[in-house]
């Protein structure tokens, strides 16, 4: 049984997704650890409501070294705001992945997180936006792509409502995404997913 540890900064609604899709049996794995970089995340809630152990750690040393000693196998990013370290990137290498709210390799990069992601996307114009899944590399949102969904946007949506639609897509290929892991489907070659 894979042995998953989400890492997390706020609401946690993509944590929650994950759960709930461990529970119905559809991902074959077991979310052994939440860490949260922020106290307050309420992320850490809801990995409490469900009998997970959350942790809040700040130090990447310390974070290395608790997935270590849990014997932790696939790291999801379930937005997480804090930068992780190059040695975890390492030691997890296609072992990491992250939920990032546009079709990458658009709106994505330094500071494209949450609102900013969907007002830049408005702001362009964009008659469609959507989500991706993605194995974790040193360049930020740079590594292979495992998942893409669109949404269509409209003249008359807003970036909060744009974030909206594109959070119902996120809960679906997330767990997706990490349901391939698990059945270990996905495969790397030259920088590219291959769904086997
Ligand atoms: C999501 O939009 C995700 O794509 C991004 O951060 C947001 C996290 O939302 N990385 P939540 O905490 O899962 O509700």
């Known amino acids: 049984m894979v042995k998953i540890a989400v890492l997390i900064s706020g609401s946690g609604s993509n944590l929650q997704s994950l759960i709930d899709n461990v529970r119905n049996g559809y991902i074959n794995g077991e979310i052994k650890l939440v860490v949260s970089s922020s106290p ?70 330094k500071g494209f997180y949450g609102l900013h992601v969907h007002k830049a996307a408005m702001k362009r114009g964009v008659k469609v936006s959507g989500a991706t899944v993605h194995f974790v590399s040193e360049e930020v949102d740079g590594g292979p792509i495992i998942l893409q969904e669109s949404i269509d946007v409209s003249d008359c949506d807003t970036p909060e409502m744009m974030q909206k639609k594109v959070l119902t897509i996120e809960h679906k290929i997330l767990p997706k995404a990490v349901k391939l892991y698990c059945d270990n489907k996905l495969e790397v070659i030259d920088e590219r997913v291959k769904i086997k």
Request: proline fraction near 3%.
């Open 40 to 109: 307050s995340a309420y992320g850490l809630q809801r990995a409490n409501d469900a009998g997970i152990k959350g942790l809040c750690i700040k130090d990447q040393n310390e974070l290395l070294k608790t997935l270590k000693d849990e014997n932790i196998d696939l790291i999801v990013l379930a937005g997480y705001l804090a930068i992780v370290s190059s040695e975890i990137i390492h030691e997890y290498h296609n072992r990491i992945i992250n939920i990032h709210p546009s079709l990458i390799p658009s709106f994505c990069g």
